[in-house]
């Protein structure tokens, strides 16, 4: 773990962001292999030393890029349940083009990829996702508008992403309206009422 800060001249919080982001796009491109503290510091136009003041070494440094993805601001619920699926499906498949989460995905299934990372990438980004789109499910079966039992529901849930990585895979691109369609698919899916 690297050094707190002492005390003198606070951080500079917009070197702190371009290290991030060139982490996490390194991260993007080549997994955590790519993220040497070279190409961050090059690429954020920053210096080795200061990535060296931050992090004890690149897994801690690909972490804190991983944990900053999950920063961005979760979709409000307004109780349409249909509605809010959609918001969280677009916001998914924003967050997935922005962040070339495709790359970060395969990163995370490598083998050779370090436990902590794929740990972190799966509380940071997977599980939050989950949640918001499992809560929506089960507020929606609480107020009788779908009707799926619970162990569908946890079907839906991987479905409701999963899809968009299976266009991925097959090298082709979504469809524009994909949040659309796929929250339609599974609404429909769940005995939602129309």
């Not at 991983?66 to 959609?86: E, N």
């Not at 972190?120 to 929606?140: E, G, M, N, W």
């Amino acid at each position: 773990m690297a050094e707190p800060p002492s005390p003198g001249r606070p951080r500079d919080a917009t070197v702190d962001e371009a290290i991030l982001r060139a982490a996490t796009d390194l991260l993007a491109e080549g997994g955590v292999d790519a993220v040497s503290f070279t190409a961050v510091a090059e690429r954020a136009g920053t210096t080795r030393p200061a990535l060296y003041r931050r992090y004890a070494d690149r897994t801690e440094l690909a972490i804190a890029a991983i944990a900053s993805m999950s920063a961005t601001t979760a979709p409000v619920p307004t109780g349409d349940f249909r509605a809010d699926l959609i918001a969280e499906l677009r916001s998914f498949e924003a967050g997935i083009t922005a962040l070339r989460g495709v790359g970060l995905a395969a990163m995370v299934l490598a083998d050779a990829t370090a436990p902590a990372v794929k740990a972190a990438y799966r509380a940071s980004v997977v599980t939050p996702r989950r949640k918001r789109i499992a809560a929506i499910l089960r507020d929606a079966a609480r107020a009788g508008e779908v009707s799926a039992s619970v162990g569908d529901q946890k079907v839906l849930v991987t479905m409701a992403t999963g899809s968009w990585y299976a266009f991925a895979l097959a090298g082709t691109p979504p469809p524009r309206d994909w949040a659309i369609r796929t929250a339609s698919l599974i609404w429909n899916a769940a005995g939602g009422r129309a």
